[in-house]
């Protein structure tokens, strides 16, 4: 009897696994990484007052940067983790040290490091509509008063992100997508030329980014 009761085991398990097989979009699933590139602007948040005409009261710049991903598509739904390096071409103009303003002085962003989840669902079989969402680090590099070098002291910032995108293959190891996402970082701490760090202080800051990628997956 437990004889058979295997050889269905067995039989039941090879006729499945072909079926699940089936469910797994191959075009959406596995490791992927990509370059990236588009504008970012950090503002004051809703909390702060930025209405005063003679200082910044946003940072504009190029985005820069790459992530790697994993994704897994079971039918129509696909669920992934990805990590992300960004940097910035964008920089204040002149001194924002009112904290009514941009409240940081003259900085520059730096890099900006993001760890998350997304999912979403298959418009067509080539293309991914999806959400995504996680915490975010990001540093403002202090820029010399007298000129544009940067003075190895920073702001670290802390923070969320939410974003959704459009993700469109090209065959079947390549892709390419467009993004929006929001940031908004709650608490950050300064770093001095010493590299004694201060106690976290609250902040409400803003990010506002569009951005396009092409990747590959493996």
């Not at 269905?8 to 990484?33: E, H, K, M, W, Y």
Request: no cysteine; net charge negative; glycine share 14%.
């Amino acid at each position: 009897m437990r004889y058979t009761l295997a050889a269905a085991l067995v039989a039941s398990t090879a006729f499945a696994a072909p079926a699940f097989a089936q469910d797994i979009n191959p075009t959406f699933t596995g490791p992927r990484i990509a370059i990236l590139g588009g504008y970012d602007t950090i503002t004051p948040g809703s909390t702060e007052d930025a209405d005063n005409d003679n200082n910044d009261q946003s940072v504009d710049g190029f985005l820069y940067g790459v992530e790697a991903g994993y994704d897994i598509a079971l039918g129509g739904a696909v669920v992934g983790a990805e990590v992300e390096l960004n940097d910035s071409t964008g920089k204040v103009e002149n001194d924002n040290g009112d904290s009514e303003n941009f409240g940081f002085g003259r900085v520059a962003p730096g890099r900006d490091l993001y760890l998350g989840v997304r999912a979403g669902v298959l418009a067509t079989p080539s293309t991914l509509v999806y959400a995504k969402g996680g915490y975010t680090n990001a540093r403002l590099d202090v820029i010399g008063g007298l000129g544009n070098d940067e003075r190895d002291q920073n702001y670290e910032l802390d923070g969320w992100r939410l974003g959704a995108g459009l993700e469109q293959a090209i065959g079947t190891n390549s892709f390419a997508k467009i993004e929006y996402r929001y940031s908004n970082y709650e608490s950050a701490n300064f770093e001095y030329l010493d590299g004694e760090v201060t106690n976290d202080f609250d902040i409400d800051t803003d990010r506002h980014s569009i951005v396009a990628g092409v990747g590959i997956r493996f």
